[in-house]
């Protein structure tokens, strides 16, 4: 989950031994497998909107702690 260039560089794709999952959705596109790199890319957006959930109710929790900790 991240930037699409800067994963595509470092990590470098080395078939056989370096694959992420932003690459995978790549090569399986350029290949004609649509299911595959459609399936990927949800799997990346639900990684997301999981990632947001965690950050905003780990926020809230250190607000809570935080203005319980100032009354």
Do not use: C, H, W
């Amino acid at each position: 989950m991240g930037e699409f260039g800067a994963v595509s560089v470092v990590s470098g794709n080395v078939i056989g031994k370096t694959q992420t999952l932003p690459l995978f959705v790549e090569e399986s596109y350029k290949q004609y497998q649509t299911e595959a790199a459609y399936s990927a890319a949800v799997l990346l957006a639900l990684l997301a909107l999981v990632t947001l959930v965690l950050k905003e109710i780990l926020e809230r929790k250190t607000r809570i702690k935080d203005a319980s900790e100032e009354a």
